[in-house]
Nanobody, 124 residues
Framework: QVQLVESGGGLVQAGGSLRLSCAAS????????MAWFRQAPGKEREFVAA????????SYAESVKGRFTISKSSAANTLYLEMNSLKPEDTARYYC?????????????????WGQGTQVTVSS
């Protein structure tokens, strides 16, 4: 059974940084694309960033481009999201998302597996 467990969220001041992690179990995700989504209160879940199965391609939402960096470690079976220059509008619950089909690229549409999320709150 695939499990995705996010960590690293918290409260940070505007301009600060956080690093989110998503530890995967039940499958080795080295050959699978993964992504981050977020959902703010009263809003729909939205795409943040995605990475292809081999890490060669990434895709970012315009709102985070240049500030966030997605990466994955096959050895650690972990997905990361480095978030810099955080803004109050980045406040949301951040979800890890993983593909069930191997060798695919970085899509903006959600993949199949979801974690429970980690809360990020940015104060002004």
């Amino acid at each position: 059974q695939v499990q995705l467990v996010e960590s690293g969220g918290g409260l940070v001041q505007a301009g600060g940084s956080l690093r989110l992690s998503c530890a995967a179990s039940g499958r080795t995700f080295g050959n699978y694309a993964m992504a981050w989504f977020r959902q703010a209160p009263g809003k729909e879940r939205e795409f943040v960033a995605a990475i292809s199965w081999n890490g060669a391609r990434t895709s970012y939402a315009e709102s985070v481009k240049g500030r966030f960096t997605i990466s994955k470690s096959s050895a650690a079976n972990t997905l990361y999201l480095e978030m810099n220059s955080l803004k109050p509008e980045d406040t949301a619950r951040y979800y890890c998302n993983a593909d069930q089909r191997p060798f695919r690229t970085a899509y903006r549409d959600p993949y199949d597996y979801w974690g429970q999320g980690t809360q990020v709150t940015v104060s002004s």
